[in-house]
């Protein structure tokens, strides 16, 4: 069986790593990759928003399957393209991938269905957006409803952040074209957790509930970024935690897409804000999270390709997920300046030496024989552990033994 992933990140590469421990043993090309990557799987030189390369090289080399790593190409259409073409491929296809492609589409869908969330407001204009903060209280949440890698959400603590932020993002276009409405949403007090569930439409299925951290340094300061480091499993969401998620977000989710008429097959990422007994929805994303994928995915026991098929195939009701017992944190190792400006091309050093956790890689390339920085996030270290301090303390070695100039990472993730 030929398997195509799509995408270049540590997400990528975690999903083709438990690929290749498929039964089935599969031949998998990723495309782009990286050079991590490379060392189980071909890697095809097509970008993930090239969608007439993909579908060419899915069809000339007759890929039985693809996975969508990305949003970017989801939102674009490349399941519908794909469909099109008689190909098999995993994730929503672009009507449904406007659950990540734009925050009002998801906050209407929110509260037509009755699903705890902040109260907000969709602002079309600047001028709406600055009589609008009247509206909220500080801090307030400003969201761009694009896409915007991750980084599209700011938390003003005043109405002069809040009205710079606002500016930045609708008259300078901070974030490009994901800026031309924003969402001003209510501040949500609590613990952020993130719940990846495989949903083909009829049954939703969640996963292990991993926890992320989204701000750049210790202590949650900085900027947000795309994830600086997650651990899995929650110490957070339990048994009786998730069955309200179940009772409060899943269901009436799936309630919806059917009221909506809405086809939804892949991964549905719950963003949630838990405060003691309230659960309230930040965000719908509609892939993996990265780096939750990372610290999910070596726990599950269950083969990987044969969930992808019953979820294509719309038979996820006859898939168990079953999950080992250890325990796994992760941390990004992260180009100095990111999620800001940053310097590509510098050289990694002891890769070699690290042996007590798995190694992702998130932006590496080649330089010769030699591996280099090509992104803000770089490598994902995955310690693993029979207790989640084994597991942490493992991670933090190897992040210790890796050296790149400007290299750094917070020291609390899973603290």
Not at 44 to 56: F, H, R, T, V, Y
Not at 223 to 247: F, H, Q
């Amino acid at each position: 069986m030929k398997v195509l992933v799509i995408g270049s990140g540590a997400r990528e590469h975690a999903i083709a790593w438990k690929l290749s421990q498929s039964k089935r043993k599969p031949k998998l090309y990723v495309a782009p990759g990286n050079p991590g990557i490379s060392e189980i799987a071909t890697c095809a030189p097509i970008e993930a928003s090239d969608l007439k390369g993909l579908l060419k090289f899915a069809l000339s080399e007759k890929i039985d399957l693809t996975i969508v790593g990305p949003e970017a190409p989801l939102v674009m259409g490349i399941v519908d393209l794909f469909e099109a073409n008689g190909l098999k491929i995993f994730g929503p296809n672009q009507e449904a991938a406007q659950f990540e492609g734009s925050k009002c589409f998801t906050k209407d869908f929110l509260m037509k269905n009755k699903i705890p969330t902040a109260a907000y407001k969709v602002c079309e204009t600047v001028e709406i957006a600055m009589d609008a903060l009247s509206d909220f209280e500080y801090p307030v949440v400003i969201k761009a409803d694009g896409l915007a890698a991750g980084k599209g959400v700011v938390i003003a603590e005043n109405r002069q952040d809040a009205q710079r932020a606002l500016k930045a993002i609708m008259e300078d276009k901070q974030f490009g074209n994901a800026g031309e409405r924003v969402v001003l949403e209510a501040f949500l007090k609590g613990v952020e957790a993130s719940v990846l569930c495989f949903c083909d439409g009829e049954t939703i299925l969640p996963m292990q509930v991993a926890q992320d951290y989204k701000k750049a340094f210790d202590g949650d300061l900085g900027l947000n970024t795309g994830g600086m480091g997650a651990y899995c499993p929650s110490r957070i969401v339990d048994a009786d935690r998730m069955d309200k998620i179940k009772e409060s977000v899943l269901i009436p989710f799936l309630k919806g897409l059917k009221d909506s008429k809405v086809s939804y097959k892949g991964i549905l990422f719950v963003g949630l804000m838990i405060d003691e007994d309230e659960v309230n929805v930040l965000e719908f994303n509609v892939r993996f999270g990265d780096p939750e994928t990372e610290v999910i995915l070596p726990r599950l026991e269950t083969d990987l390709l044969d969930v992808f098929e019953a979820v294509v195939e719309e038979k996820l009701s006859e898939v168990d997920l079953v999950y080992n017992e250890t325990h796994t944190v992760g941390v990004i190792l992260a180009s100095g300046g990111y999620p800001e400006f940053y310097e590509k091309g510098i050289p990694i050093y002891g890769l070699e030496k690290c042996k007590n956790s798995l190694i992702f890689h998130a932006g590496t390339s080649w330089l010769g024989d030699d591996y280099v920085t090509s992104g803000g996030r770089v490598l994902c270290l995955v310690g693993q552990g029979q207790t989640h301090e084994i597991a942490r303390k493992n991670a933090y070695l190897d992040a210790s033994r890796i050296q790149f100039n400007g290299c750094f990472y917070r020291k609390d993730i899973g603290q």
